[in-house]
């Protein structure tokens, strides 16, 4: 196998994005303005105490708060806090929000959940909801269509696309499909990292691949010109993650309040994320050891230190 290219980096900062709010960097004085106010409900959406959720948003994709606001609007409707979202542009920065006290809630990748619960104590909210109102993703093998690739085994001597070391499933989860299908890396003719799921299905649309791994819902996302080589069994969903300090009369209103979105009015939200607009289920850390058996099987840069032991 070739050797492997992989981009080096990025020390990316996050972007902040008010949204129904008018002062911009007034808001959060100090890392503690959230916990003192708390509980004190007015009639003024201003002097409502901040809660902030971080997001992630892909390398050199427009930040844009429009798929967003629409959750950031219903909560700040539905609870007695107003919302505010933060964009990070690569994982690793998104667990970092979380352990700065940028945000209380923050979306975060099974991988990257994972350790935020090592190192921050983070605890899961709740895991969005797919578009057949499972709270499940999978990982999918794609190539294009008219492609001669027929199953996993037919990948040895063949170029691959996968996403970053903290993707769950465009890299974590593929390489253990892999290795069920006794398919080594080194059986490969070459393989690359991308930053994203998108990057990896635009190498596989450019032909510069022969296969990739993203998300489920990427690969609907390109299902007229991409198609399924393998789908992975279902796991659970990426959760929404609290920090471990975010006091519980806080953390209870907004799950009640994401829990509350109704699946059967998930056509309605069409101008949502596809990733939020489904509804949401309750989460718990035990959710996620198939996900842990996962990374003690499966070989990983840092040869699993980085993510604990179950």
Same mark, same amino acid.
């Given at each position: 196998?070739?050797s492997?290219s992989r981009?080096?980096?990025?020390?990316l900062?996050p972007?902040v994005v $008010?949204? =129904?709010c008018?002062k *911009? !960097?007034?808001?959060r +004085? #100090?890392?503690?303005?959230? @916990?003192i106010?708390?509980?004190q409900e $007015?009639s !003024?959406?201003d002097?409502?105490?901040?809660?902030?959720? %971080?997001?992630m948003?892909?390398?050199?994709a427009?930040?844009t708060t /429009?798929a967003?606001?629409?959750?950031?609007?219903? @909560?700040t *409707?539905? /609870?007695?806090?107003?919302f505010?979202?933060l964009? #990070? $542009?690569?994982?690793?920065?998104?667990v970092g929000?979380?352990?700065?006290?940028?945000?209380?809630?923050?979306h975060l %990748?099974?991988? !990257?959940?994972?350790?935020?619960?090592?190192?921050?104590?983070?605890?899961p @909210?709740v895991?969005?909801?797919?578009?057949?109102?499972?709270p499940? +993703?999978?990982?999918v093998f794609?190539?294009?269509?008219?492609?001669p690739?027929?199953n996993l085994?037919?990948?040895?001597?063949?170029?691959l696309?996968?996403?970053s070391f903290?993707?769950?499933? #465009?890299?974590l989860?593929?390489?253990y499909?892999?290795?069920?299908a006794g398919?080594s890396l080194e059986?490969?003719?070459? @393989?690359e990292?991308?930053?994203?799921?998108e990057?990896v299905?635009?190498a596989v649309l450019? %032909?510069?691949?022969?296969?990739?791994a993203?998300?489920d819902?990427?690969?609907?996302r390109?299902? &007229?010109k991409?198609? +399924?080589l393998?789908? +992975? &069994?279902?796991?659970?969903s990426?959760p929404?993650?609290?920090r471990? &300090?975010l006091? $519980?009369?806080v953390?209870?209103t907004?799950?009640d309040?994401?829990? !509350?979105?109704d699946f059967?009015e998930a056509?309605?939200?069409?101008?949502?994320?596809e990733?939020?607009?489904?509804?949401f289920a309750?989460a718990a850390?035990?959710d996620?050891? #198939?996900?842990r058996?996962?990374?003690?099987t499966?070989? /990983?840069?840092?040869? =699993? /230190?980085?993510?604990g032991?179950?």
């Amino acid at each position: 196998m070739k050797s492997p290219s992989r981009p080096a980096l990025l020390i990316l900062f996050p972007i902040v994005v $008010t949204i =129904g709010c008018n002062k *911009a !960097s007034g808001d959060r +004085s #100090s890392p503690d303005e959230l @916990l003192i106010p708390i509980g004190q409900e $007015t009639s !003024s959406l201003d002097n409502r105490p901040l809660v902030i959720l %971080g997001f992630m948003q892909p390398v050199g994709a427009v930040v844009t708060t /429009t798929a967003h606001q629409p959750l950031m609007d219903y @909560l700040t *409707a539905q /609870t007695p806090y107003r919302f505010r979202v933060l964009f #990070s $542009t690569e994982s690793e920065r998104a667990v970092g929000v979380l352990e700065e006290r940028l945000v209380e809630v923050a979306h975060l %990748g099974v991988v !990257s959940y994972l350790e935020a619960h090592i190192q921050l104590g983070a605890v899961p @909210l709740v895991k969005p909801l797919n578009r057949e109102g499972e709270p499940v +993703s999978r990982s999918v093998f794609v190539v294009r269509r008219g492609s001669p690739l027929r199953n996993l085994v037919d990948l040895k001597g063949r170029s691959l696309a996968l996403g970053s070391f903290h993707s769950t499933w #465009s890299n974590l989860v593929p390489r253990y499909e892999l290795l069920r299908a006794g398919v080594s890396l080194e059986d490969l003719e070459s @393989l690359e990292h991308f930053d994203d799921d998108e990057a990896v299905a635009a190498a596989v649309l450019e %032909g510069r691949f022969d296969a990739g791994a993203v998300e489920d819902v990427v690969a609907y996302r390109h299902g &007229d010109k991409l198609e +399924s080589l393998h789908d +992975s &069994d279902p796991l659970p969903s990426a959760p929404l993650v609290i920090r471990d &300090d975010l006091p $519980t009369r806080v953390s209870q209103t907004v799950r009640d309040a994401l829990l !509350s979105l109704d699946f059967q009015e998930a056509e309605q939200r069409q101008h949502w994320d596809e990733n939020i607009r489904y509804g949401f289920a309750p989460a718990a850390d035990s959710d996620y050891d #198939s996900v842990r058996e996962i990374l003690k099987t499966v070989p /990983t840069r840092c040869e =699993g /230190t980085c993510h604990g032991n179950p």
